[in-house]
Nanobody
C-alpha cells in the first residue's frame, strides 16, 4: 500500500488542523493505521492509532482529548483532527499502516508502510 499524508501547515497556538492520509490499493481495511510525528532533533513519537474497522482508538497522554483519529475505509482514507494545538505539537506528521497486527500499536517498528510526512508548525 502507498500512503500520502497531507493537510499540514502553519497555525497559531489554540488553532485546529485536520490531517489526511490517502491510501492506495484495495486492502486498506485490513491494516491497523497510525499517526506518528517527529520534531527536529527528536525521535519519532506515537500520536494515535486506529483499529481496522475504526472501532478502537489509541492516544498517548500528550494528545488525548485534543486529537481525534478516524478512518473511512470506503474512501481509503484516515484522518487526524487536531484541536487546541500547542507549539510542542510542531513536527512532521507521518501516517503508517500495520499489516501484521503483531506487537503494540505505539511502536513505529511495528508498522510496515509509511507516508512521506506533512509538516505542522504551531506558533506561540
Amino acid at each position: 500500500v502507498q500512503l500520502q499524508a497531507s493537510g499540514g501547515g502553519l497555525v497559531q497556538a489554540g488553532d485546529s488542523l485536520r490531517l489526511s492520509c490517502a491510501a492506495s490499493g484495495r486492502t486498506f481495511s485490513t491494516y491497523r493505521m497510525g499517526w506518528f510525528r517527529q520534531a527536529p532533533g527528536k525521535e519519532r513519537e506515537f500520536v494515535a492509532a486506529i483499529s481496522r474497522m475504526g472501532s478502537v482508538t489509541y492516544y498517548p497522554n500528550s494528545v488525548r482529548g485534543r486529537f481525534t483519529i478516524s478512518r473511512d475505509n470506503a474512501k481509503n482514507r484516515m484522518y487526524l483532527q487536531m484541536n487546541s494545538l500547542k507549539p510542542e505539537d510542531t513536527a512532521v506528521y507521518y501516517c503508517a499502516a500495520d499489516k501484521n497486527l503483531v506487537g503494540t500499536y505505539d511502536k513505529s517498528g511495528n508498522y510496515d508502510y509509511w507516508g512521506q510526512g506533512t509538516k505542522v508548525t504551531v506558533s506561540s
